[in-house]
């Protein structure tokens, strides 16, 4: 896999689970955030934006399980890759860091972890942030008629073990670049040895990246409708900054999220996406902003 780091920051190994160590890289002093990635990338997407905001924070950028450099635990099991097991993977994680409470911000599906994690460990997320992704319950049931072919690859990984992983296994550059093709606004967000580096981590991930997804058709939607029913939502200030989908997939983004976190903050964004990297700057001030509620 093409190595990259954040420049300035030091990476650790730290054990989270019996036989799980996540790789991460840490850097800045001040409050402590953690920053959790999306598909397809790893903890590089936050270059820029770890960088601006170590300024006067204490930055943390794992890498989730199943991805990147982090370990990829077999699927003996749905709970394997649930949301709850890799939220727990991001506290423990950052209590062996030396914080027992922080600031968690996420994208895509390291969005829905940190969702996962503000619901079940509110003594330890002060703040959460999320970006561009819908509560997994909702997503399901936004995506109806043709307009769902935007979101293929959900059904795909959804399947039995065997036959995703043996289909994005045969090409894996060709599955993983679509999403980084279509999904950003333009090329310039993503240079070509960063574009590189996802595609070899990806590829060298693929029964843990597809058992991540596959969770969120079964185990996660257990989770999720468990709390929903129990009236159990999001104590924490949230920010919810997304593209405007709703237009095209007829939902109300806002009215979804409130629905699940009464003290919100929704924002749309001109960028695609890739927002970390697209406009990192941008991102920077709006997780500096919650810091602040």
């Known amino acids: 896999m093409t190595s990259l780091s954040i420049p300035g920051f030091t990476r650790h190994r730290v054990r989270v689970d019996d036989g799980v160590s996540l790789d991460v890289e840490a850097g800045g002093t001040g409050r402590p955030v953690v920053l959790l990635h999306g598909f397809p990338q790893t903890r590089l997407m936050w270059r820029h934006v770890a960088a601006d905001l170590a300024v006067d924070r204490t930055v943390i950028c794992p890498d989730l ?26 506290v423990r994680l950052a209590a062996e ?19 996962r994690a503000a619901l079940d460990h509110p003594e330890a997320v002060a703040r959460v942030a999320i970006l ?11 995506m109806h008629g043709v307009t769902a072919a935007i979101g293929f690859h959900l059904y795909l990984m959804a399947q039995e073990p065997g036959l995703p992983e043996a289909m994005i296994g045969a090409s894996p550059d060709a599955f993983f670049g679509h999403f980084l093709d279509v999904w950003a606004s333009g090329p310039g967000a993503m240079p070509d040895a960063v574009r590189r580096h996802y595609l070899d981590a990806c590829a060298a991930a693929v029964p843990s990246i597809v058992a991540d997804y596959r969770a969120s058709a ?73 810091a602040e509620r």
């Not at 409470?101 to 599906?109: A, E, I, Q, S, Y």
């Not at 561009?132 to 936004?142: C, F, G, I, K």
């Open 97 to 115: 860091l030396g914080h027992d409470r922080f600031d968690l911000v996420g994208h895509d599906r390291g969005a829905l972890v940190a969702f």
């Open 65 to 90: 399980r199943g991805y990147g450099a982090s370990d990829k635990p077999a699927e003996t099991g749905p709970e394997v890759y649930s949301k709850r097991t890799m939220a727990r993977d991001v």
């Open 218 to 290: 079964g185990i996660d939607i257990d989770h999720d409708t468990a709390d929903r029913d129990a009236g159990n939502r999001l104590t924490v200030p949230v920010t919810v900054l997304q593209q405007d989908w709703g237009a095209a997939l007829g939902y109300h983004a806002e009215g979804l999220w409130s629905a699940w976190a009464p003290d919100l903050r929704h924002g749309t964004v001109g960028c695609g996406h890739f927002m970390a990297e697209e406009d990192p700057a941008l991102i920077a001030t709006e997780i500096r902003a919650l």
């Open 132 to 142: 561009d992704v819908l509560p997994t319950l909702d997503m399901w049931d936004a």
